[in-house]
């Protein structure tokens, strides 16, 4: 026993623990973009990250998966919350979508990702990055008016935000150069990370240089000092007083099966021991994970593969690196939230658009290996 405790004790210093730290740089601007994209708190986000990271990665049966918001749920998630028109209504489709993955778990119907054709799939997620690309152009434009494409559309860049249109071009840019030539250089420092920095930078040099060009306060990031007041939970009361509830969260729990076993399944190819993760397992770790987010105030969960994928290219060896992440996460949130406040939203919205043109391309199908 002493035995076994030493080896993973070395595994975590030596390869989990850099890991760790490599997969929260990736995810903390992407539990705080996919949040803001489906409409939800910012704190939504990382609430999620954080259960994602150590509920599930201590349930699952994978050992190099990570789990948290995915942008591959925004859309439904924002039309959820628009058509009930109440974050504590919404959080109960997260529990009622861990539920129907904990009944897929028992039921042991993890075997039905095989029978989606991958035209199905492909098309569908095709639909999501065009819509999660559309939601990007008013942030990026400064624009903040739900009816941006109604009215605003003709005459947005003559109204744009200078600073905000200059950040957005500039990341976008160096988002876009930076994925393609896949510079040596900076493999250590994770790309929606980098993007941030520079968006800080540049954020900063307006406001130094050209204060008529600085960002306004509603264009950061604003996760508030003490969060854990901030949290809103679910309305049990109104849980059988709209049918859409039920609907949404039927909805967002079989997308996000359908999503998390895609994952899995790329992320046990890309796997240099070739483990396999066993799919029933995963789906009930899923649902008590989404559970739990739906209690505690955060968007629904799946496992994702760019932080799966970023947790095997950054070394790491057992699960205990998705936890790590999530330690890393936490200890943000509690004891340094302002660094996040200084976050303009454009940095996020250039990230969040390259990621709606992955999903849009079919590539984006061949990076995660055969599908079904």
């Given at each position: 026993?002493?035995?076994?405790?030493?080896?993973?004790?070395?595994?975590?210093?030596?390869?989990?623990?850099?890991?760790?730290?490599?997969?929260?740089?990736?995810?903390?601007?992407?539990?705080?973009?996919?949040?803001?994209?489906?409409g939800?708190?910012?704190?939504s986000?990382?609430?999620?990250?954080?259960?994602?990271?150590?509920?599930?990665?201590?349930?699952?049966?994978?050992e190099?998966?990570v789990s948290?918001?995915?942008?591959g749920?925004?859309?439904?998630?924002?039309?959820?919350?628009?058509?009930?028109?109440?974050?504590?209504?919404?959080?109960?489709?997260?529990?009622?979508?861990?539920l129907?993955?904990?009944?897929?778990?028992?039921?042991?119907?993890?075997?039905?990702?095989n029978?989606?054709?991958?035209?199905?799939?492909?098309?569908?997620?095709?639909?999501?990055?065009i819509?999660?690309?559309?939601?990007q152009?008013?942030?990026?434009?400064?624009?903040?008016?739900?009816?941006?494409?109604?009215?605003?559309?003709?005459?947005?860049?003559s109204?744009?935000?200078?600073?905000?249109?200059?950040?957005?071009?500039?990341?976008?840019t160096?988002?876009?150069?930076?994925?393609?030539?896949?510079?040596k250089?900076?493999?250590?420092?994770?790309?929606?990370?980098?993007?941030?920095?520079?968006?800080?930078?540049?954020s900063?040099?307006?406001?130094?240089y050209?204060?008529?060009?600085?960002?306004?306060?509603?264009?950061f990031?604003?996760?508030?000092?003490?969060?854990?007041?901030?949290?809103?939970?679910?309305?049990?009361s109104?849980?059988?007083?709209h049918?859409e509830?039920?609907?949404?969260?039927?909805?967002?729990?079989?997308?996000?099966?359908?999503?998390?076993?895609?994952?899995?399944e790329?992320?046990?190819?890309?796997?240099?021991?070739?483990?396999?993760?066993?799919?029933?397992?995963?789906?009930?770790?899923?649902?008590?994970?989404?559970?739990?987010?739906?209690?505690?105030?955060?968007?629904?969960?799946?496992?994702?593969?760019?932080?799966?994928?970023?947790?095997?290219?950054a070394?790491?060896?057992?699960?205990?690196?998705?936890?790590?992440?999530?330690?890393?996460?936490?200890?943000?949130?509690s004891l340094?939230?302002f660094?996040?406040?200084?976050?303009?939203?454009?940095?996020?919205?250039?990230?969040?658009?390259?990621?709606?043109?992955?999903?849009?391309?079919?590539?984006?199908i061949?990076?995660?290996?055969?599908?079904?």
């Open positions: 026993m002493k035995r076994t405790l030493k080896y993973y004790r070395f595994l975590w210093i030596r390869h989990d623990l850099p890991a760790g730290l490599s997969v929260f740089l990736v995810a903390l601007p992407l539990c705080l973009g996919i949040a803001l994209a489906s939800a708190p910012l704190y986000g990382l609430i999620s990250g954080i259960i994602g990271g150590s509920v599930i990665s201590l349930l699952s049966g994978s190099l998966s948290g918001p995915a942008a749920l925004s859309t439904v998630v924002a039309e959820a919350i628009l058509s009930l028109g109440d974050f504590p209504m919404f959080l109960l489709t997260v529990i009622i979508a861990g129907l993955q904990l009944l897929l778990a028992v039921l042991k119907l993890g075997i039905i990702v029978y989606f054709p991958s035209a199905i799939i492909k098309g569908m997620l095709s639909v999501i990055g819509i999660l690309i559309s939601k152009i008013p942030i990026m434009l400064g624009f903040d008016q739900a009816d941006f494409w109604h009215t605003f559309f003709l005459n947005s860049f109204n744009a935000n200078v600073g905000v249109l200059l950040i957005s071009i500039i990341s976008l160096l988002y876009m150069i930076l994925e393609k030539l896949q510079f250089v900076l493999k250590s420092i994770p790309l929606p990370l980098l993007i941030v920095i520079v968006g800080i930078i540049i900063n040099l307006l406001q130094i050209f204060p008529h060009f600085q960002l306004k306060p509603h264009q990031v604003n996760v508030p000092k003490n969060s854990i007041t901030n949290i809103q939970y679910p309305a049990f109104k849980i059988f007083l049918t509830i039920w609907q949404f969260g039927l909805t967002i729990g079989l997308l996000a099966s359908i999503e998390t076993l895609l994952s899995v790329a992320i046990d190819k890309l796997d240099r021991h070739n483990r396999i993760t066993p799919v029933n397992r995963e789906l009930f770790a899923q649902g008590i994970g989404n559970i739990l987010c739906g209690l505690l105030g955060g968007i629904p969960v799946t496992a994702v593969v760019v932080r799966g994928a970023a947790n095997i290219d070394g790491a060896k057992t699960r205990f690196a998705a936890l790590t992440h999530s330690i890393f996460l936490l200890l943000t949130v340094v939230p660094l996040l406040n200084i976050i303009p939203f454009a940095s996020l919205a250039s990230i969040l658009l390259v990621t709606g043109y992955n999903l849009r391309k079919s590539n984006f061949k990076i995660c290996g055969a599908w079904a």
